[in-house]
């Protein structure tokens, strides 16, 4: 009975301290809030808004910049990221294959490249493919979009191919064991049941890789462009130094985002649904 009636009055004293951290926890969001408020009231103030519209806003040469950076600089970067993600899933495919196989020189090859080329910066390679190896061996990617395209396909390969890799493995071995239970062969069960089933999971990280190679695209301008070849963030450095104003950045970007933001939405919506599947 004492050690009942001790409880009694300890229970509300811990439902007090819970309650006491609960708002300590709740003060402190708000306080950042209104830190984070201030702060951005105080920017308002010392903002010279003019000087900055001039600066980043001007609609003359807002206006001056389309239709072009849609039928150039847009499609351009959506053809290099469409060439490059295609090659790379392509090269990411075999080397993931490679990687699972039980020959151990094809491990030992495609485990080389995929630390080779996730180690070295793209823009490293997209100087080795489109200068240093034509001047060694020769020979030109041919193609207006070629050499990027094939630089691109080549660093995104080696980031697909452990993408791929997860995704196979995170198939359920009972799915093969079936299939080869009905008499599929080891090929036919790889390609019909275990890849399918492997990129139906790896689908939200393909996204977000199709994302990022289309933000490395911006790095082809040390390949030399033309006017057919421009991409987005050139056409904006180029009009850059033809006004010397930094509206056309601010065209590139809000152009970029209306690209991604729809994929990073849709990467998201299927992660959760995954997330409901499980």
Known sequence: MEAGGDDVPARPAVRARRMTKRTRTRVTRYGVYAVTLLFVAWLFTIVDWPKLKEAFFDVEILTSLFPRIITVGARNTLIFTAFGFAGGLVLGLGLALMRLSPIRPYRWFAAT???????IPALVTLILFGFALPIALGVRVP????????????????YLAETIRSGIEAVPKGQTEAARSLGMSP??????????????????PLTNEFVLLLK?????????????????????????????NATPLLAVALIYLVITIPMTRAVSLLERRAKRAR
Request: proline residues 3%; glycine residues 12%; aromatic residues 12%.
């Open 216 to 244: 490395d695209t911006s790095l082809i301008f040390i390949l030399g462009t033309t006017d057919e070849t421009l991409e987005l963030t050139k056409f904006g450095r180029d009009a850059v130094g033809k006004t010397f």
């Open 187 to 204: 090929f036919r069960t790889t390609v019909s049941i275990v890849i399918p089933q492997a990129f139906r999971i790896i689908l939200p």
């Open 143 to 158: 193609g207006i979009y070629g050499a990027g395209s094939l630089a691109l396909a080549v660093v995104s390969g080696a």
């Open 113 to 119: 490249y995929i630390e080779i080329f996730r180690g």
